[in-house]
C-alpha cells in the first residue's frame, strides 16, 4: 500500500458543496480504520469524520448532519461529501487511515498513514 493521495478540494461560496476523495489501496483483508482531519493554520489538527472496518462512522459535533463519510468496497478509497459548507470549514483536509484497528479514535498517534491535504476554502 501506497500514500493516501486525497483530491477534490476547492474554492466555494457558503453554502456549497464539495466531495473529497482519497485514493488508497489497502490489502483487502487487514482491518482499516479510517478518517479525515482538517487543519486550519496556527490551529491543532482536528477529526473531522471517522469510519471502522465494519462501515460504523463518527463524527465531530461540528459537522451537525452536514457531511457524510464513506468508503470504497475492499478498502479501496475514502470519500467524504460536504454540503452546506460554512466558512469556518476551510482549511486543509487530510485523508488518514490504520491498520489493524477496527474501532476508530481520534488520537491522531493511531494512524500510520496520512496524504498531504487538500485545501478548502469557503468564502461568505
Known amino acids: 500500500q501506497g500514500q493516501p493521495v486525497e483530491s477534490g478540494g476547492g474554492s466555494v461560496q457558503a453554502g456549497g458543496s464539495l466531495r473529497l476523495s482519497c485514493a488508497s489501496s489497502f490489502p483487502s483483508f487487514e482491518t482499516l480504520c479510517q478518517a479525515w482531519y482538517r487543519q486550519v493554520p496556527g490551529r491543532e489538527r482536528e477529526v473531522v469524520a471517522s469510519i471502522n472496518h465494519d462501515g460504523t462512522a463518527k463524527y465531530a459535533d461540528f459537522v451537525k448532519g452536514r457531511f457524510t463519510i464513506s468508503k470504497g468496497s475492499a478498502n479501496n478509497g475514502l470519500f467524504l461529501e460536504m454540503v452546506s459548507l460554512e466558512p469556518e470549514d476551510t482549511a486543509i483536509y487530510f485523508c488518514?487511515?490504520?491498520?489493524?484497528?477496527?474501532?476508530?479514535?481520534?488520537?491522531?498517534?493511531?494512524?500510520?498513514?496520512w496524504g498531504q491535504g487538500t485545501q478548502v476554502t469557503v468564502s461568505s
Open positions: 488518514a487511515a490504520a491498520m489493524g484497528v477496527a474501532s476508530c479514535t481520534s488520537r491522531q498517534t493511531d494512524y500510520g498513514y
